[in-house]
């Protein structure tokens, strides 16, 4: 994928981050952080093995995969293959949304 997919997913995390969040308590904004994926983006933009920091990423953030699915700029990220390959390579099951 080109280098402007790259800024536009980063863009879409600095927008989701800041809208997905909104209404939640403090607590719940610092557990649903989109922010905290951007170590899973070449996994999900170009298919590469996920590192150990997206597993741990995947893990920790597994609670809000569906709230980001359901969010219109982040769902075709979340939603697509690479990224649900990425989640069966780090061993994270994906919630049912």
Not at 33 to 42: F, S, T, Y
Not at 53 to 74: I, K, N, S, T, V
């Amino acid at each position: 994928m080109k280098p402007c997919a790259v800024l536009f997913l980063a863009a879409v995390l600095a927008a989701s981050g800041s809208g997905a969040v909104r209404g939640a308590s403090r607590a719940a904004r610092s557990e649903c952080d989109p922010w905290a994926l951007r170590p899973c983006v070449p996994v999900i933009l170009w298919s590469a093995p996920p590192s150990g920091a997206c597993c741990a990423r995947l893990r920790e953030q597994r609670r809000c995969l569906c709230r980001y699915a359901r969010d219109p700029d982040l769902g075709r990220y979340i939603n697509s293959r690479s990224s649900k390959e990425a989640a069966a390579a780090c061993r994270v099951r994906v919630p049912t949304c």
